[in-house]
């Protein structure tokens, strides 16, 4: 049991880990309260949206189903904008990236000590119920995001276009060893800047409530609903600014310099 602010942060900060070799602390280590939450918030947007398709109605659609059509034509109209045309499948990725992150970031306004309390009962000492908060998610979902740009890259332009602008930009094909070195830079860039971002707001977003569940109870609604409110803007701001940027970047894949 927490019996100061410092005890209270450091045990809601650890995670629920498991280890195939018995050590927690090396590197094939799963944080299993991310695994489980990211699932359960992938499987609430999948059902969701597979049962507004197909309840759709053309006459006297239901709230649930104005909501998500509003939802997609935005993504989509974000799409067309970046891309100047319209593609179901960066849609489809732009959209389960979106929305996906967003329910993950939406973890962070439930009640900080609620799911951990609940996680107690069925014996699991820590839990972390934020998985944008961990580090290793965002990462990886960056790292797919790259994995994405450069098979859409090969795609577009044959893996020889592919390989002959990695050796010849921004500088001639002579000075290929000076363009490989920026051509990591900028690659490696784009799936590190993605997830620091994310990751950063979220888990700073985390410690702030962390704060607030420690002042007094009478204190706490008030600066609680402050900050729910503002933080209601920044998770779907960083949903929207990866989502963005992954667009962004799938079309410069296709572009040729």
Not at 54 to 75: D, H, I, S, T, Y
Not at 227 to 243: D, E, K, N, T, V
Request: with cysteine.
């Amino acid at each position: 049991m927490a019996v100061n602010a410092n005890d209270y942060i450091q045990h809601h900060l650890k995670h629920w880990q498991w280890s195939p070799v018995g050590d927690t602390s090396s590197f094939w280590t799963f944080n299993l309260d991310t695994i489980l939450i990211s699932v359960v918030c992938g499987l609430a947007f999948f059902f969701t949206f597979h049962y507004c398709v197909r309840q759709a109605k053309a006459e006297n659609p239901g709230k649930l189903q104005v909501a998500v059509e509003a939802v997609v034509g935005f993504v989509d109209g974000q799409v067309q904008t970046a891309l100047n045309q319209h593609d179901s499948n960066v849609s489809s990725l732009a959209l389960s990236i979106f929305m996906w992150i967003w329910l993950m970031n939406f973890m962070d306004l439930i009640p900080v000590d609620l799911i951990p309390f609940v996680a107690s009962h069925l014996g699991v000492a820590y839990f972390r119920a934020v998985p944008t908060a961990d580090l290793s998610l965002p990462l990886a979902i960056g790292l797919s995001v790259f994995c994405m740009i450069v098979f859409e890259s090969i795609r577009a332009h044959s893996l020889k276009g592919f390989l002959y602008d990695v050796l010849a930009h921004p500088f001639s094909i002579y000075f290929f060893p000076a363009n490989i070195l920026f051509r990591v830079v900028e690659e490696v860039t784009k799936p590190v800047s993605l997830s620091l971002r994310l990751f950063g707001n979220m888990f700073a977003g985390e410690l702030v409530f962390f704060l607030i569940a420690l002042t007094p109870f009478w204190m706490q609604w008030f600066f609680g609903w402050i900050w729910l409110g503002l933080h209601l803007f920044i998770i779907s701001l960083q949903a929207f600014i990866f989502m963005t940027l992954t667009i962004a970047y799938l079309g410069m894949a296709r572009t040729s310099h």
